[in-house]
């Protein structure tokens, strides 16, 4: 295992390694989300801590407190290093466990928010990824849309909020696994490269116990109308005030 730290910024850094490492998905996950300083926040399946750690790139982003959970020890453990690269000790809690016997390790009824970057393939479909990490983060081998949903409806609080990102295929599972655990899809936005194009990603937001009522917000473009770089509010989701190189974006991406 070769892991490195990568800045986010000036004052932030990340512990990244081939197996667990993020893309363009968690930074609008965790821009979707709307994570206020005073919200409890909780991320499950969270990998090397991008969703968490991207809310503390400046003192406004900082929540009260957040809990990253992952079954995977190697991911939890990049967590725990960027937690005392960063002096976020204490702020941002590490486990270890799988998100559905969390009892005992997380409370529950306790969080504001949580945040989710499930698998995308669903069981038994698609082609496995050789490396053990990926197939484990891109298939629905230790956990379903509706494992996610019925653990967040056991960690919000009444009125707290799930978010996630799914490939728009999965829409309607995604809706349906909320209901069944009685979180109420509330908000959701379409990612797409262009204006033109068809959308890669969605983000959708459910509230536990709320009344039936979806608001479709405008799509969310990656590219700038001229096509020439990201568009102005991807560029302010990254805390980017021009175009990324073409490398960077690239990397981006991945």
């Known amino acids: 295992m070769t892991q490195q730290f990568e800045p986010l910024n000036s004052r932030l850094k990340i512990c990244v390694s081939r197996e667990h490492k993020f893309g363009t998905d968690a930074f609008l996950l965790s821009d979707f989300a709307r994570v206020r300083r005073r919200d409890i926040l909780c991320d499950l399946g969270t990998g090397c801590g991008i969703v ?30 960027a937690v005392e690269e960063n002096h976020l000790e204490g702020q941002i809690h590490p486990v270890c466990a ?71 295929q999965r829409l309607f599972d995604a809706m349906a696994a909320m209901r069944k655990f009685h979180i109420e899809p509330k908000r959701l936005r379409m990612v797409q490269q262009r204006a033109a194009s068809a959308p890669w990603l969605f983000l959708l937001e459910g509230r536990l116990g709320s009344r039936p009522h979806l608001e479709v917000e405008a799509p969310l473009l990656m590219e700038a109308p001229d096509g020439q770089g990201f568009s102005q509010e991807v560029l302010r989701i990254y805390h980017k005030d021009r175009a990324l190189p073409i490398k960077e974006k690239e990397a981006a991406q991945e």
């Open 52 to 81: 968490l750690l991207l809310r503390y790139r400046t003192q406004e982003d900082t929540p009260r407190e957040a809990w990253g959970v992952d079954i995977q020890p190697q991911a939890i453990q990049q967590l725990q290093a």
């Open 98 to 168: 799988d998100l559905r016997q969390l009892k005992g390790k997380v409370p529950f009824g306790y969080f504001d928010v949580v945040t989710c970057n499930p698998p995308y393939q669903a069981a038994q479909t698609g082609i496995l990824c050789e490396e053990d990490a990926h197939t484990i983060a891109r298939h629905e081998l230790f956990c379903t849309l509706e494992d996610v949903c019925q653990s967040a409806s056991k960690l919000l609080r009444f009125g707290g909020r799930l978010c996630l990102c799914q490939r728009p």
